[in-house]
């Protein structure tokens, strides 16, 4: 499980082979003890829950890096290890 970057108390991961349970590319953001799963296509909460505050964050660094977190999941989905991503500043 590759964290992949940490902004504001966030911590983002990809899981290595993660394409069973959802079946589309997604990242987990995990926030003091709550776990959610974000689409990395439109920034949708897939499960799970996290503040509202934090939620959008999460959203708006998808939106930012929608195309480093595509690439760092065909990675991960393929067991190599992904690329960390630059946190929301």
Not at 28 to 55: E, N, R
Not at 80 to 87: A, G, K, S, V
């Amino acid at each position: 499980m590759p964290t992949i970057s940490m902004f504001y108390g966030i911590v983002i991961c990809l899981y290595f082979f993660d394409d069973e349970r959802h079946k589309l590319p997604h990242i987990h953001a995990k926030y003091q003890g709550q776990d959610a799963s974000f689409s990395i296509l439109d920034g949708a909460l897939l499960s799970g829950a996290l503040p509202v505050s934090k939620t959008r964050l999460v959203q708006a660094w998808i939106e930012i890096h929608r195309e480093s977190l595509l690439a760092d999941w065909e990675l991960a989905v393929n067991g190599q290890t992904p690329f960390p991503i630059e946190p929301l500043r």
